[in-house]
Every structure is written in C-alpha cells, then in structure tokens.
C-alpha cells in the first residue's frame, strides 16, 4: 500500500469520526444488546432443533436406524437392547470420561458380551458393535465427525 493511499485512508476515518459527538454511539449505535442477545439465543434454539432433524434425517437415508434417548438411563436400555436384536456377542468402547461416566462398559459385559480391547486392531475390527463418542456432527449429510 502507498503511503499516499494509507493517507486517504486515515483521512475518512479521521472525517467520520469528527461528526460523532458521543464515542459510546460507535460502540452501541443505539442498540439494544440485552433484547438483541435474548433473540440469537432464541433462534439459535429454534435452529438446533432443525438440525437436529435434518440430521436424522440424513443419517436414516444411509440404511441407519436411529434411537433417540432422553436420558443416560435409556440409552443404556437402548444399546442393550439393540445389542440383544442384533445378538451382538462382542463390544468396543472407546475410553473416554463421558462413556466411563454413563457405566456403560459394565452394563454390556452384565449383559455377556465379551469386551474386545481398542489396543489390538485386528480384534477390533472383527467386534460386533463399535461405541464411541463423536465431536461433531453435521446436519447437512449426516457425518459424523471423531
């Protein structure tokens, strides 16, 4: 950038800046944050909810049953559940707070499927059922993100 462009530059800044009488005005320009922040939060809501179901949506296009869970309890009560329709015999889990958290490992092993370690990739690739947690999630395709 030339030195005599920077010059304009600053020179309109300058310009529009003498006409403020209250730099406050720069910052709010009048608005109403409080009432501005409730309303994002709103939509944001309103949004997820969207989300969510088009995200459903793309996953059941891919031949995949989904299961929605209000609580940890009946997630729990779903996975058994699905483990016993499928008769899956063998589980991974991967060893994160959240999973350790909802007791699950325990649960499926109570149950008699037999814990396939994470270490040993070729066992793991021959588990009947893979538990994990994901990071994102992305509506527009259904993909889940590890």
């Known amino acids: 950038m030339s030195n005599q462009s920077r010059e304009e530059i600053l020179h309109g800044i300058r310009k529009g800046l003498s006409t403020v009488k209250d730099p406050a005005q720069l910052l709010t320009d009048g608005r109403d944050f409080s009432k501005e922040s409730k309303e994002v939060i709103e939509n944001?809501?309103?949004?997820?909810?969207?989300?969510?179901?088009?995200f459903l949506a793309e996953v059941e296009n891919v031949n995949t049953t989904v299961t929605r869970s209000q609580n940890s309890k009946k997630l729990?009560?779903?996975?058994?559940k699905?483990?016993?329709e499928k008769q899956v015999k063998s589980f991974a889990?991967?060893?994160t707070p959240y999973l350790k958290e909802l007791g699950l490992?325990?649960?499926?092993?109570?149950?008699?499927?037999?814990?396939?370690?994470?270490?040993n990739k070729n066992r793991l690739a021959k588990a009947d059922i893979g538990i994990t947690e994901?990071?994102?999630?992305i509506a527009d395709t259904g993909t889940l993100v590890l």
Not at 76 to 80: E, F, G, M, P, V
Not at 106 to 113: D, I, Q, R, V
Not at 134 to 137: F, R
Request: a neutral charge; zero cysteines.
């Open 82 to 84: 699905l483990t016993k």
């Open 76 to 80: 729990i009560q779903s996975i058994a």
């Open 93 to 95: 889990i991967w060893d």
């Open 105 to 119: 490992k325990e649960k499926l092993k109570e149950e008699g499927l037999k814990l396939t370690t994470v270490k």
């Open 134 to 137: 994901v990071d994102y999630a």
């Open 44 to 54: 944001l809501s309103n949004m997820q909810d969207k989300l969510v179901e088009q």
